[in-house]
C-alpha cells in the first residue's frame, strides 16, 4: 500500500493565523482526503481532493476556512484558516487504492493558543 | 446524523481474553466494511476489510463477523495481547467513496 508523508507532524499556532499541511505519497493515486480527529473522538472527512478538479467539501466545511490543493497525483496541501482554539485537532490525509483500500497518514497534531 | 454506531466505548480484557467490538449501519448503500486500529500519535491502520457477500473472515487473530439482515458487524480479537491495546474504528463505505467511521472503542488488554 502507499506510504503517506505528513509535514508538519504537529504544531503550535497563535490565534488568527494559518497553518498549510502537507501530503506526500510514494505513488501515484487518484483519490486523495482530509480529515479531522478532534481529541480522543473519531474521524470526520472534511473534503475530496481529486487531481484536476476542485476539492469537494463535506457538510460543515468551507472552502474559505480550509483551502486545499491537489497539484498533482502524489501531493496535496490543506490550510487552516484564521484559526481559533476549537481548531485543535489531528489532521489526517487518507488515500484510496483499489487493492489496499484506504491509507492513512500520521496525521498532524494542532494546537491553537 | 451518526450512520455508523459502535459500541462499546471502551473495554478492558485480560490477555488471552476474546474482545468483541460491534458496529451497526443504516445505509443500505454501504458495501464496504473496514476496520482500523489507532495508537495514540499514530493514523489509523487498517487491519480487516469485509464486503456483504460474506459473513466471516479472518485474518490472523482478528475476525469480523457480517450479518446483512441485521445491518451488524463486529469485530473479534482472538488471544489478545497487551499490545493490541488502542482505539479500533469500524467503517463503512459505498459508492461515494467516502469513510464513515464509527465513535471508536478504547480497548485496554491487561496482564
Known amino acids: 500500500s502507499a506510504v503517506i508523508s505528513q509535514k508538519p507532524s504537529r504544531d503550535i499556532c497563535q490565534r488568527g493565523t494559518s497553518l498549510t499541511i502537507q501530503c506526500q505519497v510514494d505513488?501515484?493515486?487518484?483519490?486523495m482526503f482530509w480529515y479531522r480527529q478532534q481529541p480522543g473522538q473519531s474521524l470526520t472527512l472534511i473534503a475530496t481532493?481529486?487531481?484536476?478538479?476542485?476539492?469537494?467539501?463535506e457538510s460543515g466545511f468551507v472552502i474559505d476556512k480550509f483551502p486545499i490543493s491537489r497539484p498533482n497525483l502524489t501531493f496535496s496541501t490543506l490550510t487552516v484558516s484564521n484559526m481559533s482554539p476549537e481548531d485543535s485537532s489531528i489532521y489526517l490525509c487518507?488515500?484510496?487504492?483499489?487493492?489496499?483500500?484506504?491509507?492513512f497518514g500520521s496525521g498532524t497534531r494542532l494546537t491553537v493558543v | 446524523q451518526q450512520q455508523v454506531k459502535q459500541s462499546p466505548q471502551s473495554l478492558i480484557v485480560q490477555k488471552g481474553g476474546i474482545p468483541i467490538i460491534n458496529c451497526a449501519y443504516e445505509?443500505?448503500?454501504?458495501?464496504?466494511f473496514p476496520w482500523y486500529q489507532q495508537f495514540p500519535g499514530k493514523g489509523p491502520a487498517l487491519l480487516i476489510a469485509?464486503?456483504?457477500?460474506?459473513s466471516e473472515k479472518k485474518e490472523g487473530r482478528f475476525t469480523i463477523s457480517f450479518n446483512k439482515s441485521a445491518k451488524q458487524f463486529s469485530l473479534h480479537i482472538m488471544d489478545s495481547q497487551p499490545g493490541d491495546s488502542a482505539t479500533y474504528f469500524c467503517?463503512?463505505?459505498?459508492?461515494?467513496?467516502?469513510?464513515?467511521f464509527g465513535t471508536g472503542t478504547r480497548l485496554q488488554v491487561t496482564l
Open positions: 487518507s488515500v484510496l487504492q483499489g487493492n489496499y483500500g484506504y491509507t
Open positions: 505513488s501515484q493515486v487518484t483519490m
Open positions: 481532493a481529486n487531481q484536476g478538479s476542485e476539492a469537494t467539501y
Open positions: 445505509n443500505t448503500a454501504f458495501d464496504y
Open positions: 469485509i464486503r456483504p457477500d460474506v
Open positions: 467503517a463503512a463505505d459505498g459508492t461515494a467513496s467516502k469513510l464513515t
